[in-house]
């Protein structure tokens, strides 16, 4: 006899561990149950002995791990009366508060800075019917003018700074420890504001104690490996940074919200902070793509970019098991990524069989 069980989301998924009760009204889209994939050929091509697993998190319902917490966020702003929710975004967190507006019944209004946020998130954006307003700003100043508004409208925030989007978020770690049977030895995270580094860490942590009755899952945590790009890394810096620039805009953050939370993590898990130019990000985005058939982000590959880094120094030793998460799906920032295979050239020919067959010759 077969039994089927039909995955509806990580709310359902992992709800003893989650603040829902029985009367709650769950708002899913059936985000999370990510694919941990493992790295084939990048191992070989740098010529390590460690095991990189990726969490591809770009095959949440809108494209990003930001569903996670936004199943959370929204199913709680739902359940306390609120009729609206609102965010600064650099364009995840917008398109995932949109889509979870729509399906709550809310309104959704997303501060986004104009003109700096990807092409394929502004399109689910305007899509999912969310009200845009866009900021001559960064999202600093959008982050800022959000707690302020809050103050004066009713309006729920739904950035990482609302403590229901990291309970959403740690279920990642979860679902990695149980299918590895137990915690990887690095954890290796993009890092903006640091919400999504405190999130896993809060998940590694729960998952290694007994909770609630519920026996420790795993017997260790990870160390922590946060990474940014080099135009946007207060965390390397040591202080926030005024004017952030990279060409992963997801991550164009100098003022990170949960600052003294991921303090937190580095220290509890002898983790590091480390960044890197974006030469070295849109690289290692290049690589997963060329080499592996997974396509993120430019700020996802900031992960990747991090862990080859450290394995190369040796930081990470050989014999390690590694997990990198990519934050985000790479169709949502399709202008990077043409202007990054500029010289590949396709070629153009006629609609003949003697033309296409020439083609291919040609290029075996
Ligand atoms: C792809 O959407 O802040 O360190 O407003 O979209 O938890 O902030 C996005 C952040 C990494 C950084 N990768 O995560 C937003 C926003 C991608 C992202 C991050 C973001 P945090």
Redesign the pocket.
Known sequence: MTTHTRYTGLIEHYRDRLPVSDSTRIISLGEGNTPLIELHNIPRLIGKDVKIYVKYEGLNPTG???DRGMSMAVTKAVEEGSQAII????????AAAAAYAVRAGIRAFVLIPEGKIAQGKLAQTLMYGAEIIQIRGN?DEGMSLVKQVADHAPVTIV??INPYRLEGQKTAAFEIVDELGEAPDYHC?????????TAYWNGYSEYAKETNGIPAVSSKVPVMCGYQAAGAAPFTAGKMIDNPETVAT??R?GH?Q?WDLAWNVQKQSKGWFDSFADEKILAAQKMLSAYEGIFC?P??ATSLAGAINDIATGKIPEGSTIVCTL??NGLKDPDTAIQQCKDAHPVSIDASLDAVKKAILDNM
Not at 87 to 94: K, L, P, V, Y
Not at 189 to 196: D, F, M, S
């Open positions: 990003s791990f930001k965010c600064a975004s650099t364009g995840n967190t917008s999202f950035n990482s995270l993009p890092v903006g504001n640091a919400g999504n580094i997801a991550i953050i990170p949960s982000e700020a996802s934050t985000g």
